[in-house]
């Protein structure tokens, strides 16, 4: 077992690593920026050290700095949490080289599944259902409207390097295609350093639904069921619950082994996500594989009882799965809401600033996980999510009246936050229903 683990992150996902470590013995070193000084994953870590400004490419995204905090700590180990490095193939294989163990898949792994053409390829090869489109990156506009014109209109451009969101749109006519693919170049450049587009059928309607999967180094792959995350603005994830309510037994046994092959069909150790889309007839189509944990893990967590964030650790130390795809069982229902300084009437401007007053509800059934306090400041440089609350309770109409009264004890003051308006989203007779798929928000006239 690992002596002492570097959490190469900030915020909520780096305290909840740091409380993962705390309960297996490992000491714990936090990284931080100079806005980040005042920080709690800085406070309540074993070691803390400053690694640059501000900026991201300067500290958090600052490869060199995090294995020289290693060196200087005698981390042995390096978790990457979310966003940042975590997906980031030349710093994972950086680790290997510098004789410390990246929390993760494998590079060559995160390599594969990253390339979101070429993932979509190795898919196909697995017998992994895909949504028809091109055969990996679109190398000439004259390519890409041949293909459009093959699988027809309404297509997708995303990003081949893409996540987040990120150099993603939708296209309805050949008309739109050309300045389409100039802006999700662009887009993609900018974010990932890579401006390579491929194009997808875009499926009318379809639900998000994402199978978490478990993968030692020996060839065991499990799947904890799945996450339905359809209620998103602009392909951000706002609410997301487990089960989906659209789940049968039948439709799990067949996505979770899909799932499980796209694991196996790339070496995949540690934990994963397997997106798909999901049409009207329950019709499911891979979409990309998310090389890490995720920021919903919390709600697998409280169905299956199955610490995700431990289980990372303990693989990566080369521990064996403790349990078989048949001890896995669901048990309730747990949705989460993300909490962001943002002001949703301003078009969810980011509302930075200094929180001078705060009340986190609790209670029976009731988790949050956060990184902020009563006089924390929301720094303008960093993801405006300050919070993620997630309600578990034996059914969803249970879950969701549980959150309900959570949201409305949650008190922040001195800043802008979306918390009534995910009161309104719970409120709303489709969201109850569970009649909402990824165009849910945008009906609704949130664009």
Not at 155 to 170: C, F, H
Not at 319 to 336: C, K, N, P, W, Y
Not at 409 to 429: H, K
Request: include cysteine.
């Amino acid at each position: 077992m690992f002596n002492k683990v570097l959490i190469a992150n900030r915020g909520e996902i780096a305290v909840r690593i740091i409380h993962a470590c705390r309960e297996l013995g490992i000491g714990t070193v936090a990284v931080f920026s100079e806005a980040d000084r005042g920080a709690l994953h800085a406070q309540i870590a074993d070691e803390a050290i400053c690694i640059g400004p501000a900026a991201t490419k300067d500290s958090y995204l600052n490869i060199q700095a995090i294995l020289a905090a290693c060196e200087v700590t005698g981390a042995d180990a390096i978790h990457p949490g979310f966003g940042f490095l975590s997906e980031n193939s030349s710093f994972a294989k950086t680790c290997e080289l510098c004789g410390v163990t990246f929390i993760g898949p494998s590079y060559t792994s995160m390599d594969m599944m990253g390339d979101k053409a070429n993932a979509k390829q190795t898919m196909k090869n697995a017998n992994v259902p895909v949504v028809p489109g091109s055969d990996g990156v679109v190398n000439s506009v004259e390519e890409a409207k041949e293909i459009a014109e093959r699988i027809g209109y309404p297509v997708m451009v995303k990003a081949s390097a893409g996540g987040g969101g990120r150099g993603i749109r939708k296209v309805d006519t050949p008309d739109e295609l050309e300045a389409a693919i100039t802006a999700a170049k662009t887009e993609a450049l900018s974010f990932f350093g890579d401006d390579g587009v491929y194009l997808e059928k875009f499926i009318v309607d379809p639900r998000h639904v994402e199978i978490q999967v478990l993968a030692d180094q020996y060839g065991n792959v499990v799947h904890l069921g799945e996450r339905d995350c359809s209620v998103q603005r602009r392909n951000q994830k706002m609410i997301e619950e487990s089960p989906s309510p659209i789940m049968t037994p039948e439709l799990r046994e067949k996505m979770g082994e899909a799932a499980k092959s796209a694991a196996l069909a790339c070496g995949y150790y540690n934990a994963g996500t397997v997106e798909f889309l999901v049409d009207a007839d329950k019709n499911f189509y891979f979409m990309e594989m998310n090389t890490r944990i995720q920021v919903e893990h919390g709600i697998t967590e409280l169905v299956t009882g199955i610490d995700l964030v431990k289980n990372q650790i303990l693989i990566a130390a080369g521990e064996r799965l403790g349990f078989t795809q048949e001890d896995v069982h669901l048990s309730g229902h747990a949705i989460e809401c993300r909490i962001n300084a943002e002001t949703p009437e301003a078009n969810f401007r980011p509302s930075p600033g200094k929180i001078e007053s705060l009340h986190m509800p609790g209670g029976n059934g009731i988790r949050i996980d956060s990184a902020v306090y009563s006089g924390y400041e929301i720094s303008p440089y960093y993801d405006s999510m300050i919070a993620k609350v997630m309600a578990y309770a034996p059914t969803r109409y249970e879950a969701i009246q549980k959150m309900k009264w959570a949201l409305a004890e949650f008190i922040v003051e001195g800043i802008d936050t979306n918390i009534d308006f995910q009161l309104n989203i719970l409120r709303d007779q489709d969201f109850e229903t569970g009649n909402v798929d990824i165009g849910y928000l945008g009906r609704k006239g949130y664009k």
